[in-house]
């Protein structure tokens, strides 16, 4: 198998997932804006979207697939088949009591991430949450399809179904809403709707990928099955390991919710506001972080089982410098340039200025931690190639009370911008305090040349920075929105400017970006 072409592969579909997700937003900007409904939708959202990370993409994952692969290889087939029915069958009773409880407990779960909303919001919230809740059950489904296919080699439909989610809410959010405005209901909930449509289909597209491959979960619809399911040792070691893993991905949940519930209590739309930011921070992740992350864990466990040091730290260098190059680029330009681009994606319809303004600041808070949320996906896989879970989750409990720590002080000081400032030092720390622990070990050692390269970068960011300052002060980025093509225009040559100017600054310097392919 050739590990870059995969891993480009998924990195691919991520982005696509990611512009998908992006228009997505552009459209619930442009119906609802930052609004009491378009809050109340993303807190009822968060609530099984964050179960799914938890139980379904985050801990059950962690826990069955490395299984799955172990008994695959050493059992054969017919085992391998025993296992993924058992653990099917409990997954699927799990699943009908956590919808059941979460639909009567709405609720109760939606004043814990969103007691600051009006009246209003909480209940149309408690309506969208009951709706949406079988979407958790769904996409639990989903993770135990993709971790078959992942193990059989079949990476193409895992990584290509989250655009189906987007898709589905594009589609009822344009489709849907008018119609049920019209008929006296709140036209958010078309996005409800779509959140649901898209679970089913995401579901739907692996069953044809699992009868390709010979292996469809069958599920135990009784009682006396469930029993049976119980009892198979694969159910036990599954359980057993997905303790530690819900530590380490509830961190990061927590965090979440501690991040919404503040922000209900901010101001109306300072939610959306967070999460209108939280998609332009999303962008450089999905193109750098994502691949990183796919391409330096399986080699970063190839030289530790074979001893060789060098090629492990050299392998984390390169990340890094990567991270640095690419980067640091993008941070300063979320920082200088927040509101040209919230204004070119956003700023229509629904979505005023204000909100622009709001978002901006939200957006030049993700941008300061940029660059530790970056380097964490190089420095954590450091950990998980050696086969410790432990440092990392430690080290993110104790960035989680120091986030919050760092809200106390900032959010009174500049409002929702200061929850992802929070997040952003953070990352900062976290990645440091990752660093000092791969140094300490003795994995890493950086090689030769720092100095010059980060002196040649740091120029160049400063004089596409500079540039993209001018432009944010000179144009007035509002009032171009009369018409739409024209800052479309604008935007473009702007960024395509910045990025002439950074690349031609760093060839200048003699830095060319050749050297860091070759040692790809």
């Known amino acids: 198998m050739n590990l870059l072409r995969t891993a480009s592969l998924i990195s691919a579909l991520t982005l696509a997932s ?36 938890l139980f379904a993409e985050g801990a059950f994952s962690q826990a069955f697939v490395p299984l799955l692969a172990a008994t695959r290889a050493k059992d054969g087939e017919a085992v391998t088949h025993a296992l993924i029915d058992a653990v099917a069958t409990v997954l699927l009773w799990a699943l009908l009591a956590t919808c059941i409880v979460g639909v009567l407990g ?54 290509a179904t989250p655009v189906l989610l987007n898709l589905s809410m594009i ?19 078309a996005l409800a709707l779509g959140v649901v449509l898209g679970g089913g289909l995401q579901m739907a597209v692996q069953l044809p990928a699992l009868k390709r491959i010979g292996v469809v979960p069958q599920f135990g619809l009784t009682l006396r099955k469930l029993r049976q399911a119980v009892t198979h040792p694969g159910v036990g070691a599954v359980l057993k390991k997905m303790g530690p893993a819900l530590v380490g991905v509830g961190v990061a949940q927590l965090s979440l919710v501690i991040n919404t519930q503040i922000s209900s209590h901010i101001a109306v739309g300072a939610t959306s506001w967070l999460n209108y930011a939280d998609r332009l921070m999303e ?80 957006v030049m808070g993700w941008g300061v931690g940029l660059m530790g949320l970056l380097a964490v996906k190089v420095l954590a896989p450091g950990f998980y190639a050696r086969q410790d879970m432990r440092t990392p989750v430690r080290i993110a409990v104790g960035v989680l009370i120091l ?12 409002g929702v911008a200061g929850l992802a400032l929070s997040i952003g030092l953070g990352a900062i720390v976290n990645a440091l305090w990752l660093l000092r622990g791969l140094r300490k070990l003795g994995s890493y050692s950086p090689e030769a040349g720092w100095w010059g390269l980060t002196g040649k970068v740091l120029v160049a960011s400063a004089a596409m920075g500079g540039l993209q300052y001018l432009l944010a002060q000179r144009v007035d980025w509002i009032a171009l929105g009369k018409t739409e093509g024209l800052r479309a225009l604008w935007m473009a040559g702007s960024l395509g400017a910045s990025a002439v100017i950074y690349f031609a600054v760093l060839a200048v310097f003699g830095l060319r970006l050749r050297q860091f392919m070759r040692r790809a």
């Open 18 to 53: 990611r512009i998908t997700g992006l228009v997505r937003e552009q459209m619930t900007a442009a119906l609802f804006g930052a609004s009491i409904y378009s809050d109340a939708f993303l807190v009822a959202f968060r609530i099984p979207n964050m179960l799914r990370r």
């Open 283 to 362: 962008f450089p992740m999905a193109l750098l972080g994502v691949a990183l992350g796919a391409l330096l864990t399986p080699q970063l466990s190839a030289a530790q089982a074979v001893g060789d040091r060098a090629r492990y730290s050299g392998m984390l260098d390169w990340g890094l410098r990567l991270v640095l190059v690419f980067g640091l680029p993008c941070a300063v330009a979320l920082v200088v340039f927040a509101d040209p681009l919230v204004a070119v994606l956003y700023h229509r319809r629904a979505f005023h200025a204000v909100d622009v303004a709001q978002t901006g600041q939200a």
């Open 403 to 414: 986030t919050q720590l760092f809200n106390l002080v900032l959010v009174p000081w500049v």
């Open 171 to 189: 589609g009822l959010g344009y489709g849907l809403a008018p119609v049920m405005a019209r008929h006296g209901f709140p036209s958010i909930y």
């Open 106 to 159: 709405a609720p109760l779960l939606v004043w814990l991430l969103g007691s600051g909303m009006p009246t209003e919001g909480r209940e149309a919230s408690v309506v969208m949450t009951r709706w949406m809740f079988p979407y958790i059950g769904c996409m639990s489904l989903v993770a135990l399809s993709a971790g078959i296919l992942n193990t059989w080699g079949r990476f193409l439909v895992p990584a």
